[in-house]
């Protein structure tokens, strides 16, 4: 089992920054690949980025250029920083953490506000 703790969410003005932080406990999270996803009002959860056990990265075609993911192995904990946001971005964000095909993990979400 594996237990995800986001932070780091809030309101922001557009152009503003935020640093979300998703801290994992257990053994495996060196082993996993993480994820950040939204859910925006009346809108799906669509993935915003991910990063894998080996530093690979994607980018949700929306945010490239403005976000960047990464990991601190020894902290267990996955970042993703929020620069140049616009309204758009409002949503809550959610952290995922993916073992295998079979087992994945959600956090509980931070939301993120920008306004315009």
């Known amino acids: 089992q594996v237990h995800l703790v986001e932070s780091g969410g809030g309101l922001v003005q557009a152009g503003g920054s935020l640093r979300l932080s998703c801290a994992a406990s257990?053994?495996?999270?060196?082993?996993?690949?993480m994820g950040w996803y939204r859910q925006g009002p009346g809108k799906q959860r669509e993935l915003v980025a991910r990063?894998?056990?080996?530093?690979?990265?994607y980018y949700a075609d929306s945010v490239k250029g403005r976000f960047t993911i990464s990991r601190d192995n020894a902290r267990n904990t996955v970042y993703l920083q929020m620069n140049s946001l616009i309204p758009e971005d409002t949503a809550v964000y959610y952290c995922?953490?993916?073992?295998?095909?079979?087992?994945?993990?959600w956090g509980q979400g931070t939301q993120v506000t920008v306004s315009s």
């Open positions: 995922r953490c993916t073992v295998n095909l079979l087992n994945s993990y």
């Open positions: 257990g053994s495996i999270f060196s082993r996993s690949t």
């Open positions: 990063i894998t056990s080996g530093n690979s990265t």
